[in-house]
């Protein structure tokens, strides 16, 4: 057996198997699984391909969070009731990411209580489920800041540098949420020295930490403004393109609907002015103006 067999069997016994991860792992699976086929699916759908059709009931669309709420509470009740049966709880495991997986896929119609799955908005969806895949694959891998069962040692100072850590990751991980850095905030959980990053730099614009420290700073509000134009400048597209490749572009925005455009001909004396009327001005035509002749100032009531 080769040195990298020997390491990935390693792994497998000392994180998946001995930790108890195996869950875990198979929630994983279960969720990256379950988003890629959900969102090939709906693809097909959506072009007219495949047998694959919308589920309706009723006259009611039947949104696949719906299913996945089932499972995702299925998979929870399974793998609290469970103990230590390693089987059931595996079970639990891949129901839950299958549940997740259809939840996630939808978090964009959740937060803006819309179908805007094929929108702009939607792009959440896509944001939201990757984050949970890369979070849920670096637990997988150990990647865990502390444990929360009970501090690594017995003395006193053992357990106070436990209680320092925990605090430190949790104060750390707040600044960077604070400071509108969401993504990297989730991730610098499980890897602290990411959150100690971010917090060192400056805040975006209209975060929380920009409005309430750099009220009264505007050199610093100008620096954070050019860092953050210049840092969607260059990985904005590369973004959009992973999501479009991804979870499929959206759709473009319908045009916004125009007003009619009445009209009104009003006569005093030998003028006639055409109005357009909208809703919020009126305008008179152009060239459909006379000035009245002289003599005839008297107006004219206007007809109906």
């Not at 990256?32 to 694959?52: D, H, K, N």
């Not at 469970?82 to 939808?106: C, H, P, T, W, Y």
Request: glycine share 12%; hydrophobic share 45%.
């Amino acid at each position: 057996m080769t040195a990298q067999g020997l390491d990935v069997a390693g792994w497998w016994h000392d994180t998946v198997i001995r930790d108890g991860r195996l869950p875990l792992l198979l929630a994983f699976a279960a969720l990256l699984v379950t988003f890629l086929a959900t969102r090939t699916i709906t693809r097909m759908i959506r072009a007219g391909r495949g047998p694959f059709r919308n589920v309706s009931t009723g006259g009611v669309h039947i949104h696949h969070v719906v299913p996945g709420i089932v499972l995702t509470l299925v998979g929870g009740v399974l793998a609290v009731g469970a103990g230590g049966n390693i089987v059931a709880r595996s079970i639990a495991g891949v129901l839950f990411g299958m549940g997740a997986g259809l939840v996630l896929d939808e978090f964009a119609m959740i937060v803006h209580l819309d179908d805007v799955y094929w929108s702009e908005q939607g792009r959440v969806s896509v944001e939201a489920t990757v984050l949970a895949i890369a979070v849920v694959g670096l637990a997988v891998t150990g990647s865990v800041p502390f444990d929360a069962s009970e501090p690594a040692g017995t003395t006193v100072g053992d357990r106070v540098g436990w209680v320092v850590a925990v605090l430190l990751t949790v104060l750390v991980a707040g600044i960077t949420f604070a400071k509108g850095k969401f993504r990297i905030g989730v991730i610098g959980v499980l890897v602290p020295v990411v959150n100690m990053v971010a917090a060192c730099r400056l805040a975006r614009p209209g975060s929380p930490w920009a409005e309430r420290f750099y009220r009264d700073h505007p050199r610093k509000l100008r620096r954070a403004t050019v860092r953050a134009a210049r840092h969607d400048a260059r990985w904005d597209p590369i973004r959009r393109r992973f999501e479009d490749t991804l979870g499929g572009r959206p759709s473009p925005a319908p045009p916004p609907p125009t007003e009619p455009i009445r009209t009104r001909v009003t006569v005093s004396g030998s003028r006639h002015t055409l109005c357009r009327l909208s809703a919020n001005k009126r305008t008179p035509a152009p060239g459909l103006g006379r000035t009245p002749a002289p003599g005839h100032g008297a107006a004219m009531p206007p007809h109906a």
